[in-house]
């Protein structure tokens, strides 16, 4: 069974990076063609999808969130990580990481961590 748990700190302040761990269990995350994704929900709204990073180190960033945000994962240690430069309010909601086959595949879709709470402060 894949796990996914998603770690990093709750709060931030305007302006800072925020880092987010992605933790797999059950599976390497270099042994398939999985989709190992960032996702994340403001309040209120939509899932909006951020980006991926596949078994080889193949990385995708949505187009509004590239100059801000990165991906890249740890092998030996079966993580993957988003980091978020500049964060603002707007920022803030949940974010989840998952393992998917396809891009965008849908919250039913793959495996998903819990959803982790990130609130940026002014």
């Known amino acids: 069974q894949v796990q996914l748990q998603e770690s990093g700190p709750g709060l931030v302040k305007s302006s800072q990076t925020l880092s987010l761990t992605c933790t797999v269990s059950?599976?390497?995350?270099?042994?398939?063609?999985?989709?190992w994704s960032w996702i994340r929900q403001p309040p209120g709204k939509d899932l909006e999808w951020i980006g991926y990073i596949t078994r080889v180190g193949s990385t995708y960033v949505k187009p509004h969130l590239e100059s801000r945000a990165s991906i890249s994962m740890d092998a030996i240690k079966n993580q993957f990580t988003l980091q978020l430069r500049s964060v603002a309010p707007e920022d803030t909601g949940v974010y989840y990481c998952?393992?998917?086959?396809?891009?965008?595949?849908?919250?039913?879709?793959?495996?998903w961590g819990q959803g982790t709470q990130v609130t940026v402060s002014s």
């Open positions: 059950g599976l390497s995350i270099t042994s398939n063609s999985l989709f």
């Open positions: 998952a393992g998917t086959p396809t891009w965008e595949a849908g919250p039913s879709v793959g495996s």
